[in-house]
C-alpha cells in the first residue's frame, strides 16, 4: 500500500491532481488515501516533490 | 449565519482566480461565498510570484505591498554554464503572494462577497441528481450550503471537478514536481529573473532564481513527473544545486506543489459548474505561470455567470458553455500553441541547449529579445515564438 510520511508531507495536492482513481483526499494539514479504491499504480510517488510517499508491501496479518 | 444562507454562487478556493470571480461576481449584486481551505488565505505560497506588470493591470492596480522587487532582464544559463542575459520590453515583478492573495479576497469581501477560511469542502451537493451547493467541514463542523452555481477554484488537485464529473486527471507528462526554497544570506541580483535550463539539472523543466530583495530570492525547480521514476526527486535536485551555488545560504520557507502543463482542460464547465484557474489547467505549459491566467478565466467564468444569474436563466452546462468558447477561442488557443513548443523543446538535448545559447551569443546585444532566442529553439517555427516570448513568466 502507498504510505504517507505526514512529518514530511506539505499537502500540496500534487498526488491528488496524478491520482487516477481520486482516492487522496487533503485537508489543511492531512492526507488520507483510501485504499480500498488505490490502485497501488504509484503515481503519487513519482510526482511527489519531497519523497514523502512511498510504497510498502502489504502486511500479512 | 454564513453556513445557512443560500447564495447564487460558491466559489471553492481563494486563490487570485476565485478572489477575482467573487469579486466581479458580488460586484453585480450576486449573493457570493468564497470558501478557503487554509487558515490564512495565501498562506504558505505555492508559487514563484513573477508576473508581468502590463499583465497585473488588466485587473489590478499594482499595490506597492504586493511587489517584493521589479525585474527587467531575464538570465538563461546553458548546461555547460554560458549564459545570456536579455532586457525586458517591459518590466514584470516579483510577488509577495500572500499579501496580494489576502487582499484579493479582501477586495471580493468589500463588494459583498462572503469569504470564510478552515473551510475544507469534501463534496458536492446533489438534489434530484443535480448540483446545488456544497458540502464540507469547517472547523470541526460540518456544513451543507446550497447554491445555484459552484465555482472550482480549487488549484491543480482540483476535486470540484471531479465530484461534478468532469475529467480532470492529469498525466505525467503534464505536470512538474515543483519544490522552490525562499531563502537569503545570498548575492543576488534583485532586479534578475535566471533560469537554468538543463536536463541534467531539471529534466522536463528548468531551476528558477527569482530575486525577493537584495538578499534573497525564491530558488525553485520543477521537473517532470516522469523523470522522477527513474531519478532524483526535485527536493534532492534542488537541495543539490543551492548546497553547490550556495552553500551559505538561509532558509526562509519552503513552498511544494504539482505544476500543471498541459493542454486546455476538455471540458471547463458542466450543469451549475465551473472551473477556472489551475483547476482547469489555465497556466502556461512551457512557463508554468499561471496568476495573470487564472485570473483571466476569472473574468470570463464570472461575465459569462454574471449574464445567466442577473437574467434568471439556469446556469446548465449549455448556458455556461460561453465561457469555454470564449476560452478556446482566445488564451486557450494560446496555450495549445504554447504546448505544441513545450513538446518540441522537451526533445532538446543539453548539447542543443548548449549550442542554442552558444548561438544567442552571437548575436549583436541590441538583438537579442526573447522572440530572437525562441527562434534560434525552434527555428521551423518561428511563427509560434512571438506569443511564447510574450507570455514566459507570469501571463
Redesign the interface.
Known amino acids: 500500500m502507498i504510505e504517507v510520511d505526514k512529518g514530511d508531507c ?1 499537502f ?7 491520482c ?1 482513481v ?1 482516492c487522496i ?4 494539514k492531512d492526507i488520507k488515501i483510501d485504499s480500498k479504491k488505490c490502485t497501488e499504480c504509484k ?1 503519487c510517488i ?6 514523502a510517499m512511498s510504497y510498502v508491501e502489504h502486511e500479512t496479518v | 449565519m454564513w453556513n445557512t444562507k443560500r447564495y447564487d454562487i460558491i466559489v471553492v478556493g481563494a486563490g487570485p482566480a476565485g478572489s477575482t470571480f467573487a469579486r466581479i461576481a458580488a460586484s453585480k449584486g450576486l449573493s457570493v461565498l468564497l470558501l478557503e ?3 490564512r488565505i495565501g498562506v ?1 505560497v ?1 508559487c514563484g510570484e513573477g508576473v508581468i506588470d502590463s499583465g497585473l493591470r488588466l485587473f489590478y492596480e499594482p499595490c506597492p505591498e504586493w511587489i517584493a522587487t521589479t525585474i527587467d532582464k531575464f538570465c538563461f544559463i546553458a548546461p555547460n554554464g554560458s549564459s545570456i542575459a536579455v532586457k525586458l520590453q517591459e518590466k514584470g515583478y516579483i510577488l509577495n503572494r500572500n499579501v496580494f492573495d489576502s487582499d484579493l479576497a479582501k477586495f471580493a469581501e468589500k463588494e459583498g462577497a462572503t469569504v470564510v477560511t ?1 473551510a ?1 469542502v ?1 463534496s458536492l451537493l446533489f438534489e434530484n441528481d443535480k448540483v446545488a451547493g456544497v458540502k464540507g467541514i469547517c472547523n470541526n463542523e460540518p456544513f451543507e450550503i446550497t447554491s445555484k452555481l459552484v465555482i472550482g477554484a480549487d ?5 470540484i471537478g ?1 465530484f461534478a464529473g468532469i475529467n ?5 507528462n503534464n ?1 512538474d ?3 522552490q526554497k525562499t531563502i537569503s544570506g545570498i548575492d543576488v541580483d534583485r532586479n534578475v529573473c535566471s533560469f537554468y535550463i538543463s536536463n541534467e539539472l531539471a529534466p522536463g523543466g528548468y531551476i528558477w532564481i527569482f530575486p525577493k530583495g537584495n538578499d534573497s530570492a525564491n530558488i525553485g525547480i520543477g521537473i517532470s ?2 523523470a ?2 527513474n531519478g532524483k ?4 535536485r534542488l537541495d543539490e544545486f543551492l548546497d553547490l551555488k550556495y552553500p551559505k545560504h538561509k532558509v526562509e520557507s ?5 505544476i ?1 502543463l498541459s493542454k486546455p482542460i476538455k471540458q471547463m464547465v458542466t450543469d451549475s459548474v465551473m472551473l477556472i484557474g489551475d483547476a482547469a489547467r489555465t497556466v502556461n505549459p512551457l512557463s508554468g505561470g499561471g496568476i495573470i491566467l487564472g485570473m483571466k478565466s476569472a473574468v470570463k467564468a464570472a461575465d459569462v455567470a454574471v449574464k445567466i444569474l442577473i437574467s434568471d436563466k439556469e446556469p446548465t452546462k449549455i448556458n455556461l458553455i460561453d465561457y469555454q468558447k470564449q476560452w478556446m477561442n482566445s488564451e486557450g488557443k494560446q496555450i495549445n500553441r504554447i504546448y505544441r513548443i513545450k513538446t518540441a523543446v522537451d526533445k532538446l538535448t543539453d548539447k542543443d541547449l548548449n549550442n542554442i545559447i552558444e548561438r544567442v551569443n552571437k548575436l549583436p546585444v541590441e538583438k537579442r529579445s526573447l522572440a530572437r532566442i525562441f527562434r534560434a529553439c525552434i527555428p521551423q517555427k518561428p511563427s509560434l515564438l512571438f506569443d511564447v516570448a510574450k507570455v514566459f513568466v507570469g501571463y
Not at chain 1, 25 to 28: G, K, Q, S, T, W
Not at chain 1, 46 to 51: K, M, N, R, S, V
Not at chain 2, 168 to 172: A, E, F, H, W
Not at chain 2, 233 to 236: D, G, I, N, P
Open positions: 506539505d500540496c495536492g500534487a498526488c491528488a491532481a496524478v487516477p481520486d483526499e487533503l485537508y489543511e503515481l513519482y510526482i511527489c516533490p519531497i519523497e | 481551505r487554509k487558515t504558505p505555492r478552515n475544507n469534501n488549484g491543480v488537485e482540483s476535486r471531479r480532470t486527471k492529469i498525466n505525467l505536470i514536481s515543483g519544490y513527473g516522469k522522477h521514476i526527486s526535485a527536493k534532492t519552503i513552498s511544494v506543489g504539482g500543471p
